[in-house]
Structure formats: C-alpha cells, structure tokens
Nanobody
C-alpha cells in the first residue's frame, strides 16, 4: 500500500460534484505528515498544478485561484483522511488528482517539500 491513497474520482458532467479522499490509513506517516497534506493535479501534457492544502496551524484551507469558491479541503482526524470537495466542476478541472506530503504554505501557496510522498492519483473527468 502506498503511503497515500487517493480515491473518489470519476466522470461527472459540468456543474457536478465529486469528493476526493486522501487516506493515510495503513501507512507509517507521522502526524506531521498527515497534517501537511496537499492536493495537486496534472492534466495530459501539462505540469503538476497545485490545487489546495491545509494550514495545519488552524485547519483552514489554501486554494489555487482557479478553484477558489468551488473546492473545499477538510480532514477527518479520527479516520486520517483528507478530503477535497469539488463543486461546480468544469471541463478544465479534468486531470489526475494527487495528494502529497509534506506540503507547506509559502506566501499563500501550497508547496511540497524536497522529497514528498505522493499517492498514485485518481482520475477526474468533467465532460458532457
């Protein structure tokens, strides 16, 4: 089992919703790793794009401009799961979504550490 495992992807029509999960259950990650999880995505032919991460100090979310107001990051501490609720999905949201740790916040942007752990990704397809 990978240190991080994403799930919840699939196909939806524009305007639809999905909730992605990043699970650390069964991993050996420390609390610091769990609290420093971020979401990223990669579309075909493009580089990996930051999406969202949690400010571990207060649990608030940091979001890329492209998803602000539509996506919400949250966590279930007991289950060791970080969620990404995606609403009002657009075709341009189509990508493979990954979670990673550690992810820190630098000037309101989510940035991975030098040797991050990545999940295998989950495909999100938004089309008619």
């Amino acid at each position: 089992q990978a240190p991080l495992v994403e799930s919840g992807g699939g196909w939806v029509q524009p305007g639809g919703s999905l909730r992605l999960s990043c699970s650390v259950s069964g991993s050996t990650l420390d609390d610091s790793d769990y609290y420093a999880i971020g979401w990223f995505r990669q579309a075909p032919g493009k580089g990996r794009e930051r999406v969202s991460c949690i400010n571990s100090s207060d649990g608030s979310g940091v979001y890329a401009d492209s998803v602000k107001g539509r996506f919400t990051i949250s966590r279930d501490v007991a289950k060791r799961i970080v969620y990404l609720q995606m609403n009002s999905l657009k075709p341009e949201d189509t990508a493979v979504y990954y979670c990673a740790t550690p992810t820190i916040i630098v000037q309101a942007k989510c940035v991975t550490g030098p040797s991050p752990s990545w999940g295998q990704g989950t495909q999100v397809t938004v089309s008619s």
